[in-house]
């Protein structure tokens, strides 16, 4: 598990297919759809220290799998937080993930939708926190952003 310092949402109606390239392809911003602007780019605010990601590949009957998984802690307006996620609920986004050490990566695609889940996470009498998780399982895995 690798720390993260920004997780970004990019709207998956605003990018154009990259489902073709190989895993962590390099993939730069401006090539994922002319459409898309930096006011569509919106920062999950988070705590980093209580942040993960990762990666690992499998092979079935099927063929070779990535699974990706972004988990971490929100403190901080609950308000705010909440409607951010109430936003992005579901599987209408792919993430910008940068790690600690400046590395990026793209996950997901038109093909291959991240899903976003979050929960409530109440720890002895407060409640302030929300905990989330975007999970990805595709057969390209994430790419590098440069």
Do not use: C
């Amino acid at each position: 598990m690798l720390g993260i310092r920004k997780i970004i949402s990019i709207p998956i109606g605003k990018i154009a297919d990259i489902s073709y390239l190989h895993p962590h392809s390099k993939v730069s911003l401006s090539s994922l759809g002319s459409e898309l602007t930096v006011a569509d780019l919106q920062e999950l605010s988070f705590m980093p220290e209580e942040a993960d990601f990762s990666e690992s590949w499998s092979h079935d009957t099927n063929g070779r799998y990535s699974t990706i998984s972004i988990s971490g802690q929100i403190r901080s307006d609950k308000e705010s937080s909440r409607d951010y996620l109430l936003a992005h609920l579901g599987r209408n986004y792919i993430w910008l993930v940068e790690l600690i050490d400046g590395v990026k990566y793209i996950v997901g695609s038109r093909q291959f939708r991240p899903t976003l889940t979050f929960s409530d996470a109440v720890s002895g009498i407060s409640s302030n926190r929300f905990s989330f998780k975007i999970t990805l399982k595709s057969t390209h895995g994430s790419f590098l952003a440069v």
